[in-house]
């Protein structure tokens, strides 16, 4: 497994997606459709993502801290 990071190709808005997916070894679309789904769900989803885009380091960034 890679480690959490957001990618610098491949994102559409922040990464998150594209991150995770990497991570967890499914498509970056197939992350995608997941949150939008989960959108439609009571919860903080928006907010866990806007937190994880803030949090979540810049695969550049990651890579320069080895």
Do not use: N
């Amino acid at each position: 497994m890679t480690a959490l990071a957001r990618p610098t190709h491949g994102r559409v808005i922040g990464g998150v997606c594209a991150g995770l997916a990497r991570r967890f070894g499914t498509s970056a679309t197939t992350m995608r459709v997941i949150f939008l789904l989960s959108c439609l769900l009571p919860g903080p989803q928006f907010l866990i993502y806007i937190a994880l885009w803030i949090l979540l380091p810049s695969e550049e960034k990651s890579r320069t801290a080895w």
